[in-house]
């Protein structure tokens, strides 16, 4: 029998707004965080396989999926709102991961919560307070350029363009031609992205970040004191882990070829076996 015959779901009240989750499974409770152009539906191809092994949570952040709206000018924590969902749950502890914007979140929120996480998994994630130098940029002028024209397309309030762009930039990836990655991967992130930016509080999302973690992640990787596992795209553009994850004490990497920014929907399998593999070495 699946696991995920019987899913709880629900909207937890917190911090002023309602997160949308949904739990299935039993054992270790395993938190999967979603990038900040998708939604908890990003893991479709993990949650009943973890599910098979671990008490399995995925949500939608504040601002995406089905979660509450972001007003303009309100102050909230992502950060705080995980904290939060993870109490409503009765969860002391976890593993975490998560990917693009949300393995940022992962890594903050380790270093903020370390007595709360157990394993920690950033898949191409960011690093808050990263800043690319300008050599780095002067490497990958393809990707300057794409984000002038994804800026440009916003300002214009051309979605349809904006996520076109998106789609190059991050699920094709600059390794790659335009539309190389498998379309069915691009028609996913292409309906998750969209309807995040077509949400009425698309921008209120882009003028009203969270609260960024002080001091910042980048400069304190060292003080991670967890197992941790970063899976980082061979097509992908240029990533801070990439070159950061020395820092991370005992940390693992892994690049997984022929895949860009979203490893784990392009080659599912090879991706949950890499995860597997990391957090049963933990129980052995």
């Known amino acids: 029998m699946s696991n995920t015959e019987h899913i709880q779901t629900g909207f937890a009240e917190i911090n002023g707004t309602t997160l949308y989750y949904e739990v299935a499974g039993a054992g270790h409770p395993f938190v999967l965080v979603h990038g900040h152009l998708l939604d908890r539906r990003s893991w479709d191809d993990q949650f009943a396989v973890f599910a098979q ?3 399995v949570i995925r949500y939608d952040q504040r601002g995406f999926g089905d979660s509450g709206l972001i007003a303009k000018g309100e102050s909230y924590s992502d950060r705080q709102d995980l904290y939060e969902l993870m109490k409503f749950l ?60 994804l800026n440009e397309a916003f300002e214009k309030h051309d979605i ?54 002080e001091p910042p992640a980048v400069g304190r990787l060292s003080k991670i004191g967890v197992p941790t596992l970063v899976i980082l795209g061979e097509w992908d553009g240029p990533n ?32 949950n076996q890499i995860v597997l593999d990391f957090l049963g070495s933990l129980q052995s």
């Open 53 to 55: 092994r671990y008490r």
């Open 90 to 149: 009765g969860i002391e502890s976890a593993y975490l991961m998560g990917v693009s914007g949300g393995g940022a979140l992962a890594l903050d929120f380790t270093l903020e919560h370390p007595e709360m996480v157990d394993a920690l998994i950033p898949v191409t994630a960011g690093v808050s307070g990263f800043r690319p130098s300008e050599e780095v940029m002067k490497k990958h002028p393809d990707v300057v350029r794409m984000y002038t024209s």
């Open 160 to 213: 349809a363009r904006a996520v076109e762009i998106s789609l190059e930039l991050w699920t094709d990836g600059p390794g790659r031609l335009p539309g190389q990655a498998a379309p069915d991967v691009r028609e996913r992130v292409r309906e998750m992205t969209t309807r995040n930016w077509e949400r009425p509080d698309g921008e209120a999302q882009a003028e009203t970040p969270p609260v960024p973690l």
């Open 240 to 271: 801070p882990l990439d070159q950061l994850a020395t820092e991370i004490p005992g940390a693992k990497k892994v690049v997984m070829a022929e895949t860009a920014h979203h490893p784990f929907m392009e080659k599912p399998d090879e991706f």
